[in-house]
């Protein structure tokens, strides 16, 4: 099971610096984290993105630092840019369905800028010392777009490919294209990564076993609503409910901490720690749930997790 990689992909307003230290520190499991997307902005780095990558709460953990983008005039400067602060693992996000984002050309509206798509092998075998990967979706409003662009991915000096078998206007919902995810299984030179719908241990092991080629999975929302759930797996049997939220309840005591003692005032802390139960509703109940989204300070806030 050493072998079989277990990641967690990134989510925005969630899975920062923090949260990564102490779902490891508490949980153990995943191989890998990956930052937030990194993006240029009128031509340099935000400095929260450079704050959360080089933060001294990654020394516990394996951090990739993933950049999205929409042409070669952002990813060179993006890679360029990380290499020279000595990051040595990136991942080339081409698979963020968010229309923001795709509107822009970028993350998986990039599919579809196909010249550039080409241009990225070239770039990367410039920077023979940084470890590339690539995550990715079937293509923008298609299924069978990453068909035209395979002859480039073939090319690309990757670590793994991890894909998404939906297409970016699905975002979230809808059926994933399991059939051509098998097709892309057997196209792709590359070790591929199984990426959708992670949410219990049976999804990991039934992913194993419908495709038994792939390297490994990656989860996000999954491991947002069910943190132990790579610690689950691992150990080969699911957790009660009981001890699923004893362990959850201790991590959100040592993320509530650090928020309260790095941040100022209830509204920041509120800010940041409201969104450690977005994606948790099935485990904590509705009433939880709702009660924790209505508080206004954080004596209310306390109240509401007490339902817990």
């Not at 959360?52 to 929409?70: C, K, M, P």
């Not at 005039?73 to 996000?93: C, Q, S, T, Y």
């Amino acid at each position: 099971m050493c072998d079989f990689i277990i990641d967690v992909a990134p989510v925005q307003g969630h899975t920062d610096a923090a949260w990564r230290h102490f779902h490891k520190s508490i949980y153990g499991g995943c191989q890998s984290y990956y930052t937030p997307f990194i993006r240029l902005e009128r031509g340099d780095f935000r400095k929260h993105d450079l704050k959360d990558y080089t933060s001294e709460l990654n020394g516990n953990h394996e951090v990739a630092a993933q950049v999205i983008f929409r042409d070669m005039a952002e990813l060179r400067p993006l890679i360029e840019g990380l290499e020279e602060r000595g990051v040595k693992r990136i991942d080339l996000n081409t698979g963020c369905p968010f229309p923001l984002q795709t509107a822009k050309g970028r993350g998986a509206g990039f599919i579809a800028n196909r010249e550039e798509y080409f241009r990225i092998p070239s770039l990367l075998k410039e920077h023979g010392d940084v470890e590339f990967s690539l995550k990715m979706r079937l293509g923008y409003s298609d299924p069978d777009e990453w068909r035209g662009v395979m002859p480039a991915i073939s090319d690309m000096p990757l670590k793994h490919v991890t894909l998404h078998p939906r297409v970016a206007r699905q975002q979230y919902g809808g059926d994933l294209y399991l059939d051509r995810f098998g097709d892309f299984l057997k196209a792709c030179p590359h070790p591929v990564v199984f990426n959708g719908d992670i949410r219990t241990p049976e999804d990991i092991e039934r992913a194993k076993t419908s495709f038994p080629g792939i390297a490994g999975v990656m989860t996000a929302r999954g491991v947002l609503g069910r943190p132990s759930l790579i610690a689950e797996f691992e150990e080969g049997k699911e957790w009660s409910r009981e001890q699923r939220l004893e362990k959850m309840l201790h991590f959100h005591r040592e993320l509530l901490c650090h928020y309260e003692s790095t941040l100022c005032g209830d509204s920041q802390i509120l800010s940041k720690i409201k969104p450690f139960w977005e994606y948790a509703e099935e485990e904590i109940g509705r009433k939880a749930w709702k009660a924790v989204k209505k508080a206004s300070n954080i004596a209310k806030y306390h109240s509401a997790v007490a339902m817990i």
